[in-house]
């Protein structure tokens, strides 16, 4: 029997790809240090338990396809301390950030067309681009440039009659970047002049070091109706497997769009809106100590790998991902050594190949991918043994 080409086209995760090598490893004593996953161990905030404990109902029925309106009042107001004005119209609610890119790239374009990407970005928009029948059109960024986009008029030479959005992810996974407001002006400018959308993937919006601020692309002026953000509870209140997201804007057709794609699937988790309304009603300083340890685990971590000197490594300021680039041939081959054949002291290391974050062939093979997510002595020691490993690959 032949499968569909949507299947065989579509791409192994280089974040989960391993887990059978890991497995393995595991089986015979050895210590795995998860740095290939971006799931953090801050604890989920009590609120979220304590909202769904106080559950009362004697059957968990369907919720609306468009997501509790309890949920949604709650976004907005939360929404607002950035001084970005919503209605709960302009939100649907999704099965997580995942669900939101689906619907976002499945109602802006049509089989064959075109979104602009900068590269390396989050492996899932290879994906969902598949499953939506689209074709990425990269937009190559430096390792040595910290990964910040080239100047608009490289970006505008790869507008065409196909191309029917800019995306953006910021804070980026898996770069950790943060793009400028005058990147993010610059992007909105073009998707003005050649009547695009604009979409941005902010799941990472409070995780900003060194004083660096996040600019939202809800706050551009004037493309309002071509404005497209991606949401989600995961990263932000440390509820990964709560899977709630949401697609955000101020487009009618679109929102109108995406509930008819919630309606196939019916409804987004209920127990987990029950928990989520609570997670946004917490103060904005619930991310102090948060945004603290994130950033102090980067420092950490920055400090370790360049120690050798021919990592190249520029200091990421948001997220929780380092993207380095490393002295190897093959970060793939490497990944693979060091998870299934190296060890130090009976421990070892998981991380993520870069190719994997990549549209274009042969990208991204000299990098990897890390997941700054456990604490400080563990991420010590991890950053020991992948520094150890590079220099026995070698």
């Given at each position: 029997m032949i499968i569909s080409k949507r299947a065989t086209n579509m791409q192994e995760s280089p974040i989960r790809k391993l887990a059978g090598i890991a497995n393995k490893t595991k089986k015979q004593g050895i210590h795995v240090y998860h740095l290939n996953i971006g799931q953090p161990d801050i604890p989920t905030p009590e609120i979220f338990y304590k909202n769904i404990n106080d559950f009362t109902g004697k059957v968990l029925e369907y919720g609306p396809s468009d997501g509790f309106p309890?949920?949604?009042?709650?976004?907005?107001?939360?929404?607002?301390?950035?001084?970005?004005?919503?209605?709960?119209?302009?939100?649907?609610i999704t099965c997580?950030?995942?669900?939101?890119?689906?619907?976002?790239?499945?109602?802006?374009?049509?089989a064959g067309d075109e979104i602009i990407v900068p590269e390396p970005f989050y492996t899932n928009y290879n994906g969902y681009a598949t499953l939506a029948n689209l074709t990425i059109s990269p937009v190559p960024t430096k390792a040595e440039e910290g990964f910040h986009l080239p100047p608009m008029p490289e970006i505008e030479k790869k507008i065409n009659p196909k191309t029917r959005a800019i995306m953006i992810n910021s804070p980026n996974?898996?770069?950790?970047?943060?793009?400028?407001?005058?990147?993010i002006i610059g992007l909105g400018e073009l998707a003005r002049k050649?009547?695009?959308?604009?979409?941005?993937d902010e799941v990472y919006k409070e995780f900003t070091y060194d004083g660096e601020k996040h600019f939202s692309i809800l706050e551009l002026e004037g493309i309002e109706d071509r404005v497209i953000v991606v949401d989600s509870i995961s990263k932000r209140?440390?509820?990964?497997?709560?899977?709630?997201?949401?697609?955000?804007?101020?487009?009618k057709d679109i929102t109108q769009s995406a509930l008819k794609f919630g309606q196939a699937r019916l409804c987004p988790p209920s127990l987990g809106q029950i928990g989520a309304i609570g997670t946004y009603q917490l103060p904005p300083d619930y991310f102090k100590s948060t945004q603290a340890e994130y950033q102090q685990r980067r420092d950490v971590l920055f400090d370790i790998l360049t120690s050798n000197k021919d990592v190249v490594l520029q200091k990421p300021k948001g997220a929780f991902y380092i993207m380095a680039k490393l002295p190897v041939d093959d970060s793939d081959n490497f990944a693979k050594w060091m998870l299934g054949e190296f060890n130090v002291?009976?421990?070892?290391?998981?991380?993520?190949?870069?190719?994997?974050?990549?549209?274009?062939?042969?990208?991204?093979?000299?990098?990897?991918?890390?997941?700054?997510?456990?604490?400080?002595?563990?991420l010590k020691k991890a950053g020991e043994i992948i520094l150890k490993a590079i220099e026995a690959y070698s």
């Open positions: 309890e949920l949604k009042e709650a976004m907005v107001n939360y929404f607002s301390r950035y001084n970005i004005q919503l209605e709960p119209a302009d939100i649907i997580g950030g995942s669900e939101a890119i689906l619907f976002a790239f499945s109602a802006i374009a049509d996974n898996p770069t950790g970047t943060v793009f400028t407001r005058d990147e050649y009547n695009l959308f604009l979409v941005a209140y440390s509820a990964c497997g709560a899977r709630v997201g949401a697609l955000i804007s101020r487009n002291n009976g421990e070892t290391v998981m991380v993520a190949p870069g190719a994997g974050f990549y549209s274009t062939p042969g990208k991204g093979k000299q990098e990897l991918r890390i997941a700054y997510v456990l604490g400080i002595d563990k």
